[in-house]
């Protein structure tokens, strides 16, 4: 996934084989509670929505809405946002920062089966109650959120949570019930505190099959030239996609030993 609201550049994205555009209209708090945090807070709009949607031969949009609310100064409800970025042709909607169940079973009755609906888990409270979000009949997806998830746990890193159990177990639970989940962003090969190398294969071994590509894997506001852009995704897509068949020949190997595993246990069992 990547995120942007440039026509021009979802264009090079959709045509060098991202697979979502990511519009983020998230506004709502964000600032209070990532501000000490080198995060990107977006100016998107709804209206950037049809932009992207035309600009795009093969890529999803998916848009990330605010947390759940009611009306207020600036902002339409929660109800009506849903309503204007599906009229506007998301294909995908993401919930972020949410806290219970309930919040949850509103969003998937909002969207009313008319996109696929995502919640973006990145709160403690959200993973507390994440056996019972899973048994809601309408998820299509879900990605856990480690900016703001790895805060609530007042880790340094957030990429501690990859050590801690924390995504390890959520991952099990995703996986038990079926539900297709990512998790957290990667950069271009060799780049970012963790080389993203080493984070991709982590998506593997816990068979995520979603990442967003961050914001230093193309820095936009240091780049004008969208041919320098173009040369960044031509050169570093295709790297990532051959660690990524790399990544699926192991993944073969233990998954087709599981199933072995499983079969015998069987014979023996019965």
């Known amino acids: 996934m990547y995120i942007t609201n440039q026509p021009e550049i979802a264009k090079i994205a ?9 519009i983020d209209l998230e506004k709502i708090g964000k600032r ?3 501000g000490g945090m080198d995060t990107v807070q977006s100016d998107h709009s709804i209206s950037d929505i049809v932009k992207v949607k035309h600009a795009v031969k093969r890529a999803e949009i998916m848009v990330r809405v605010n947390p759940l609310h009611d009306e207020i100064e600036g902002y339409l409800s929660s109800r009506d946002e849903i309503d204007a970025v599906v009229k506007a042709g998301a294909d995908i909607i993401m919930l972020p920062y949410f806290k219970q169940v309930e919040d949850v079973k509103r969003f998937i009755k909002y969207v009313d089966g008319r996109a696929k609906v995502l919640p973006l888990i990145e709160t403690v409270e959200a993973v507390n109650c994440i056996d019972e979000i899973l048994t809601l009949e309408g998820l299509d997806e879900i990605f856990v959120g480690l900016n703001d998830l790895s805060l609530g746990y007042g880790k340094t890193f957030m990429f501690e949570l990859l050590i801690d159990g924390t995504l ?3 991952c099990m639970k995703f996986r038990q019930k079926g539900i297709p ?13 963790l080389p993203s190398e080493y984070i991709i294969r982590e998506h593997y071994r816990l068979e995520s099959s979603c990442a967003i590509l961050s914001r230093t894997f193309c820095r936009i506001d240091a780049v004008e030239d969208l041919n320098e852009v173009r040369h960044i995704f031509e050169r570093e897509i295709p790297k990532i996609r051959e660690l990524e068949k790399e990544c699926e020949k192991h993944s073969n190997y233990f998954r087709e ?3 072995q595993v499983i079969e015998k246990i069987e014979n023996i069992c019965h």
């Open 168 to 170: 390890e177990t959520l």
């Open 181 to 193: 989940f990512g998790f957290g962003g990667i950069a271009a090969l060799g780049k970012g505190m």
């Open 32 to 34: 209070e509670r990532q």
């Open 14 to 22: 959709d045509k060098n084989g991202v697979d979502r555009i990511f």
């Open 257 to 259: 030993n599981r199933k």
